[in-house]
C-alpha cells in the first residue's frame, strides 16, 4: 500500500501516532505544514490523510479542499475544534470523518482500520448499472448520462449502498455502519452532508429514472423509476 500521510504541527502528536501506525506495518510519512503536506501529496500519492485543521500557513481547510479537486484519497479530519459548524464544513470540502483532540490513539487507528477495510479492491468487475447510471466501485468510478461524475470516496460508497437495494430504507445508522465501517451513532449530520452533495452532483445531469428520496424520520432509499 502507499504510504500514511499524517500532517500535523504537534511532534508530540506526530510521534504518537507514528509509533501506533508502525506498529500496524504501515508505511506512512510526516508533514508539519500545509505546504509541505501538498508537496508530498503529489510526490507520494497516499492511501490515506490524517489532517489537522490548524497549520502553519496553509490551513487543513484549504489542503483538503486541493486534494480533494484532484483525488478520493480517504482524509481524516483531526482537530482541536468542537463546533458543529467546523464539522459541516470539513464534511462539506470533502473529509471522510472527523476526530476531535484529545483523542485516543486506539481510536484513531480503529478509523483507519475501518476506513482500509471499506477500501475497494484494485480489481475485479464490480459494476451496478442502472439505466444510464454506471457505478464501478473498485475504481470509484461513476457516470451518469455519458458524464463522468467528481464523487468523493464516501459519495459513490453511499450512492452504490442504496443503489443496489432499490426502495430500501436505510436508516442514518445503517449507512454509518455500511459506508463508513464502523458504528458512529448519533453522526447524522455526516450522512445528511454526504447525501446533500451526492444529490447536488447527481442534478447536474438528467436523471428521471431514479431518485435519492428521503424517508423523514428514518433515513434515504433509492427509488427506480423504470418502466
Not at 184 to 202: E, F, M, P, T
Not at 210 to 224: D, L, S
Request: glycine share 6%; hydrophobic share 45%.
Amino acid at each position: 500500500m502507499n504510504p500514511i500521510l499524517i500532517v500535523d504541527d504537534n511532534e508530540q502528536i506526530l510521534e504518537i501516532l507514528t509509533q501506533y501506525i508502525r506498529a500496524e506495518g504501515w508505511p506512512y510519512l510526516t508533514a508539519v505544514s500545509g505546504e509541505e503536506a501538498l508537496s508530498l501529496f503529489d510526490a507520494a500519492s497516499p492511501s490515506l490523510i490524517l489532517l489537522d485543521i490548524m497549520l502553519p500557513g496553509i490551513d487543513g481547510l484549504e489542503v483538503c479542499r486541493r486534494i480533494r479537486s484532484v483525488s478520493q484519497v480517504p482524509i481524516l479530519m483531526i482537530t482541536a475544534r468542537d463546533e458543529d459548524a467546523d464539522r459541516i464544513l470539513g464534511l462539506d470540502i470533502g473529509a471522510d470523518d472527523y476526530i476531535v483532540k484529545p483523542f485516543s490513539p486506539s481510536v484513531v487507528m480503529a478509523h483507519i482500520r475501518a476506513i482500509m477495510r471499506r477500501m475497494p479492491a484494485q480489481s475485479g468487475n464490480e459494476t451496478l448499472v442502472i439505466g444510464s447510471l454506471s457505478i464501478h466501485l473498485p475504481s470509484l468510478s461513476v457516470t451518469l448520462d455519458g458524464h463522468r461524475l467528481s464523487l468523493t470516496r464516501k459519495e459513490v460508497e453511499l450512492l452504490y449502498t442504496l443503489a443496489a437495494s432499490p426502495g430500501r430504507v436505510f436508516t442514518r445508522d445503517n449507512l454509518l455502519t455500511i459506508v463508513w465501517g464502523y458504528e458512529h451513532a448519533g453522526n447524522y449530520r455526516a450522512v445528511d452532508s454526504h447525501i446533500k452533495r451526492l444529490r447536488q452532483k447527481l442534478d447536474a445531469y438528467p436523471h428521471d429514472f431514479f431518485t435519492i428520496a428521503t424517508v423523514w424520520g428514518t433515513g434515504y432509499k433509492f427509488e427506480r423509476n423504470l418502466p
